[in-house]
């Protein structure tokens, strides 16, 4: 069973930073790339950041160096840092895996969802 757990939101002033973790269970972690989303309220979800399984990464254009996405292949888990937080950063922020390779060797034709950790950044 694939299940992708975030941690790490919270209520933060505007320049302030957090670290949000994903960890990751059900699937060869290391062979997978694993994707940051964020949703804001009345607007539509959005890639934030992506790192592959060999650890290139790729942001989104708005994210402008203030975000780093990295993994820890050992501890099955992906990190998103962010610096200098703006309250336009506030959001509920996803973890995200498609199509994962699983420990059986299988690709799951499946995309698969964490529940979100909240990230609210006052002005």
């Known amino acids: 069973q694939v299940q992708l757990v975030e941690s790490g939101g919270g209520l933060v002033q505007a320049g302030g930073s957090l670290r949000l973790s994903c960890a990751a269970s059900?699937?060869?972690?290391?062979?997978?790339?694993m994707n940051w989303y964020r949703q804001a309220p009345g607007k539509q979800r959005e890639l934030v950041a992506a790192v592959g399984s060999g650890g290139s990464t790729n942001y989104a254009d708005f994210v402008k160096g203030r975000f780093t996405i990295s993994r820890d292949n050992a501890k099955n888990t992906v990190y998103m840092q962010i610096y200098s937080l703006k309250p336009e950063d506030t959001a509920v922020y996803y973890c995200?895996?498609?199509?994962?390779?699983?420990?059986?060797?299988?690709?799951?034709?499946?995309?698969?969802w964490g529940q979100g950790t909240q990230v609210t950044v006052s002005s």
């Open positions: 059900g699937v060869t972690f290391s062979h997978n790339d």
């Open positions: 995200n895996i498609k199509r994962p390779i699983l420990p059986t060797g299988w690709r799951s034709g499946t995309e698969y």
